[in-house]
């Protein structure tokens, strides 16, 4: 079965930090740039971050500048978002999503995982 799965969402307090992996199963990781995004509720889904296939470059939505690292382990055929000085804005169901490239239509997506930022 080719999917995606997303883990390490949470509640966390203003400030704090947590660590997304999305990981494969029936498809090589490496082959696919990988996007995370985030749906916040009453919002549309907006891109966060993405990494490419071939050279590992990222880029990352002026929002999450600075706090935010996306990264990808292809041994493991899983990537991650390490996200950092968590706002409460940054609440939102975070998914995962394989694309031949950056800024493409996504091949496969993951189910997703909830981000709450709140004291």
């Known amino acids: 079965q080719l999917q995606l799965v997303e883990s390490g969402g949470g509640l966390v307090q203003p400030g704090g930090s947590l660590r997304l992996s999305c990981a494969a199963s029936?498809?090589?990781?490496?082959?696919?740039?990988i996007g995370w995004f985030r749906q916040a509720p009453g919002k549309e889904r907006e891109g966060v971050s993405c990494i490419s296939s071939s050279d590992g470059s990222t880029n990352y939505a002026d929002s999450v500048k600075g706090r935010f690292t996306i990264s990808r382990d292809n041994a493991r055929n899983t990537a991650y978002l390490q996200m950092t000085s968590l706002k409460p804005e940054d609440t939102a169901v975070y998914y995962c999503?394989?694309?031949?490239?950056?800024?493409?239509?996504?091949?496969?997506w993951g189910q997703g995982t909830q981000v709450t930022v709140s004291s």
């Open positions: 029936g498809f090589t990781l490496a082959y696919y740039a």
């Open positions: 999503a394989a694309m031949s490239h950056c800024g493409w239509t996504a091949h496969y």
